[in-house]
């Protein structure tokens, strides 16, 4: 019986792929003419077929800080505005402080480099391809009668760092809405300052030193504000205050996420606790 391919010194290619994965290659994947964000989507247009008439398309990536990942998202990126009508960005950001990135792009102050450090957590937004798509974003914005696009964040506040910028992004709301919640949320605050650190891991690690009782205070006093807000909701709504509440509420979700994910990780390590960020 024949083996698998070999080559002048007798060793097994490496780095070839199966012949299932390359037959599968050669019938589903097309090529992409370039990667330049400036070049025409032409070659985007098997996509069209794919999405149909999704209104959620999902770019994953293997691994993060890859230039040419950036690239090719960014490339579908206009094919999905330019091409089949989508008006959201939705990235892997935290959700509070990525709102600096929706209004930047819609015409906002600051320096693209500046609101992509802010909004984007774990440098993710730090790097030329980033900027370049958050640019196109703000000048398709500029010169086009269309609906605005929006770029939001979709993880949870500080991207697993503290649940502080979302109880600080809360607090004029509480504080006009539901006064009898204050001492929930200072109680909150009070706590979230202690361990609060921009990088993730420092917070984490911090969080774990915290004493057990300042933690359960930390959860006891989220758990009580989100009920306490949550009542609200129907009345809120109904004086037209909907869209404000629906807001507070979930960068408030966020902080009880985010916390729970603190506790888990104290318990269960970090790769376990991570899934909080998933739901």
Same mark, same amino acid.
């Given at each position: 019986?024949?083996?698998?391919?070999?080559?002048?010194?007798?060793?097994?290619?490496?780095?070839?792929?199966?012949? @299932?994965?390359?037959?599968?290659?050669?019938?589903?994947?097309?090529?992409?003419?370039?990667?330049?964000?400036?070049?025409?989507? &032409?070659?985007?247009?098997?996509?069209?077929?794919?999405?149909?008439?999704?209104?959620?398309?999902?770019?994953?990536?293997?691994?993060?800080?890859?230039?040419?990942?950036?690239?090719?998202?960014?490339? +579908?990126?206009?094919?999905?505005?330019?091409?089949?009508?989508?008006?959201?960005? !939705?990235? @892997?950001?935290?959700?509070?402080?990525?709102?600096?990135? &929706?209004?930047?792009?819609?015409?906002?102050?600051?320096?693209?480099?500046?609101?992509?450090?802010?909004? +984007?957590? =774990?440098?993710?937004?730090?790097?030329?391809?980033?900027?370049?798509?958050?640019?196109?974003?703000?000048?398709?914005?500029?010169?086009?009668?269309?609906?605005?696009?929006?770029?939001?964040?979709?993880?949870?506040?500080?991207?697993?760092?503290?649940? *502080?910028?979302?109880?600080?992004?809360?607090?004029?709301?509480?504080?006009?809405?539901?006064?009898?919640? =204050?001492? !929930?949320?200072?109680?909150?605050?009070?706590?979230?300052?202690?361990?609060?650190?921009?990088?993730?891991?420092?917070?984490?690690?911090?969080?774990?030193?915290?004493?057990?009782? @300042?933690?359960?205070?930390?959860?006891?006093? =989220?758990?009580? *504000?989100?009920?306490?807000?949550?009542?609200?909701?129907?009345?809120?709504?109904?004086?037209?205050?909907?869209?404000?509440?629906?807001?507070?509420?979930?960068?408030?979700?966020?902080?009880?996420?985010?916390?729970?994910?603190?506790?888990?990780?104290?318990?269960?390590?970090? @790769?376990?606790?991570?899934?909080?960020?998933?739901?």
């Amino acid at each position: 019986m024949a083996g698998p391919p070999r080559n002048a010194v007798g060793h097994e290619r490496e780095n070839e792929p199966p012949d @299932e994965f390359r037959q599968l290659g050669q019938r589903c994947a097309c090529a992409l003419e370039t990667l330049d964000f400036q070049f025409p989507v &032409d070659d985007l247009e098997p996509l069209r077929d794919i999405v149909g008439g999704a209104r959620v398309v999902a770019l994953g990536e293997s691994s993060h800080h890859i230039r040419e990942f950036y690239q090719v998202r960014h490339r +579908i990126l206009r094919f999905l505005v330019e091409r089949c009508g989508f008006e959201v960005y !939705a990235l @892997e950001a935290p959700f509070t402080q990525g709102q600096v990135l &929706d209004g930047w792009v819609r015409g906002g102050p600051g320096t693209v480099e500046q609101v992509a450090a802010d909004g +984007i957590a =774990l440098s993710l937004g730090q790097c030329q391809e980033m900027h370049e798509a958050l640019t196109w974003l703000r000048e398709r914005n500029h010169t086009t009668a269309e609906p605005p696009l929006r770029c939001l964040g979709t993880d949870l506040p500080g991207a697993a760092a503290s649940p *502080l910028p979302a109880l600080e992004e809360v607090a004029d709301y509480v504080r006009w809405a539901a006064p009898k919640a =204050l001492a !929930a949320l200072e109680q909150a605050l009070s706590v979230a300052q202690r361990f609060h650190d921009p990088v993730t891991f420092t917070a984490l690690g911090r969080y774990q030193s915290l004493d057990p009782g @300042e933690q359960d205070l930390l959860t006891s006093a =989220l758990s009580r *504000l989100m009920g306490h807000l949550q009542r609200l909701a129907l009345v809120q709504r109904a004086h037209g205050h909907g869209a404000e509440h629906d807001t507070a509420m979930w960068h408030l979700r966020g902080a009880w996420y985010l916390d729970q994910l603190h506790r888990a990780n104290a318990q269960e390590g970090f @790769e376990s606790a991570s899934t909080f960020r998933d739901v």
